[in-house]
């Protein structure tokens, strides 16, 4: 599937740039997501072998002397139920049906209506390469109707969008009555902490990082960083350093080569962006961007949902309460300065109520150490930046198969990816005890 994707990528690219309003380099993350996720868990495939069952960690030692007892993992006997959100059109549906087909359940696919298109030629393509039964993967275009009253205990939902249809779609009667495991990924903000006294090449990553993530994608990122946490004395710096970068990005028609930001994807975000931006701008400053829209280059007048960058400062961090309540689905960000403490810091990114991704960018080990305890219950994942990695680290925008994503709290308590344990959710995770080497030649682990 990854193989079959990659080789109509150029084709696919026009697609997203047409139906997304997605810049070359924003459709390239899409599409380039969607194919290493396949490959990562066909890598993982081929590891895995013929295997059916799997076996979770060791075998538990019982009261006799042979009695043992492991746990087993089994498929779910049902369909796996993906619907997902606008910004990610084919990474969004690759990267839950890897983990799906290798568990061996079938997918029935729902992406956003808003960019289906690419959706649809992605799915086409992997159907029409026929490397997978018939009936192990479905797509369903438009309105998902009443399909979840349809489900039953051995089916999974796995749902990405925004946090209001989550809960809607948690509360459906027939999900709760039925039993049926939900996983939701929705809202987050995401903030990027830098400590005082980090090294000025964890310093220029930490900027790089925050312009990357504010305008890839026209900021329409659930991992993007929305708030921006800066020790006092490096406020200044910052403040100058990003309005700098973000002072190069190129806003237009994202056909063309020299164009960094495209439109958001559809005029009620464009609608929903411009009304967030003034929830934010009523508690903070406008300290780079334009308060009108954009002119953007090679569009006629009128045309494309444009909006502008910007980059919002609060005098006190924790006042300004709609930063840590709502989310901006935009090239949209606030810095947020504190006095140096770690406590301070925590506090402010602690706000997010749960979130997919904090960053920490420093040099001083026992600083670090303490973020990380303080913010590890917050997130789904942490990304540590120090000067020996600062020109090599991945911006924490991107999801990674090897890693978990999901998050506690607002970003939907979801968990998916991470390798073997994105399997997880498929699977039925089975205590099986008995006579010791009997059981262990039972489930294959002798
Ligand atoms: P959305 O409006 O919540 O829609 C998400 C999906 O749910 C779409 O496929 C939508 O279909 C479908 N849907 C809507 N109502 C439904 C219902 N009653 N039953 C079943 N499906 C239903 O979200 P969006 O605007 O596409 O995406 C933006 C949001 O997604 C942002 O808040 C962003 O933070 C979040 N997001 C989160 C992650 C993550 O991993 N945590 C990743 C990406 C995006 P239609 O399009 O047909 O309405």
């Not at 960094?260 to 701008?281: E, I, Y």
């Not at 120090?386 to 506690?408: C, F, M, N, R």
Request: aromatic share 4%; with cysteine.
């Amino acid at each position: 599937m990854s193989r079959a994707i990659h080789a109509e990528r150029d084709l696919l690219i026009d697609i997203a740039i047409a139906n997304g309003g997605n810049t070359r380099s924003d459709a390239k993350f899409d599409l380039d997501g969607a194919t290493a996720t396949l490959m990562s868990y066909a890598a993982l495939g081929k590891k895995l072998g013929d295997r059916q069952l799997l076996v979770d960690g060791e075998p538990a030692d019982l009261a006799g002397s042979r009695l043992q007892g492991y746990h087993l993992l089994s498929p779910r006997h049902g369909v796996a139920v993906h619907i997902g959100a606008f910004n990610f059109p084919a990474w969004g549906w690759a990267e839950k049906a890897a983990c799906a087909l290798l568990s061996g359940v079938p997918v029935l696919t729902k992406p956003a209506t808003a960019t289906a298109l690419l959706a649809h030629r992605t799915a086409e393509i992997c159907v029409s390469v026929a490397i997978l039964p018939p009936g192990a993967f479905s797509l369903l275009c438009g309105s998902a109707g009443d399909l979840l009253d349809h489900l039953c205990w051995k089916d999974v939902v796995a749902f990405t969008g925004g946090s209001a249809t989550g809960l809607s779609i948690r509360k459906t009667e027939r999900l709760l009555a039925q039993g049926v495991r939900v996983n939701v990924e929705a809202d987050s903000l995401n903030s990027a902490l830098l400590l005082p006294e980090a090294e000025d090449a964890t310093v220029q990553a930490f900027v790089r990082d925050v312009a990357r993530d504010m305008t890839q994608k026209t900021g329409q990122k659930c991992t993007a960083i929305r708030r921006v946490v800066v020790p006092e004395g490096l406020l200044d710096r910052v403040r100058e350093a990003l309005s700098e970068q973000l002072s190069t990005i190129k806003i237009g028609n994202p056909a063309l080569d020299e164009v960094r930001m495209g439109p958001v994807a559809t005029a009620s975000q464009k609608r929903d962006v411009l009304a967030g931006l003034g929830q934010l701008r009523a508690q903070t400053r406008l300290v780079f961007g334009d308060a009108a829209l954009p002119a953007p280059l090679g569009v006629p007048a009128g045309k494309g949902f444009f909006v502008p960058i910007a980059l919002l400062e609060a005098d006190d961090a924790l006042a300004a309460t709609a930063v840590h309540e709502h989310e901006v689905f935009g090239p949209v960000a606030t810095l947020l300065p504190y006095d140096g403490s770690t406590h301070r810091a925590l506090d402010i990114v602690r706000a997010g109520q749960g979130g997919l991704v904090a960053s920490v960018y420093g040099d001083d080990r026992r600083q670090l150490a303490d973020v990380v305890q303080g913010a590890a219950a917050w997130h789904g994942r942490l990304v540590v930046v120090d000067a020996k990695v600062a020109d090599k680290s991945i911006a924490p925008g991107t999801v990674l198969p090897e890693l978990v994503h999901g998050g506690p709290g607002r970003a939907g308590g979801g968990e998916e990816l991470g390798g073997l344990r994105g399997m997880a959710l498929y699977q039925q995770r089975t205590a099986i005890q008995g006579n010791g080497p009997l059981v262990a030649k039972i489930v294959g682990a002798s």
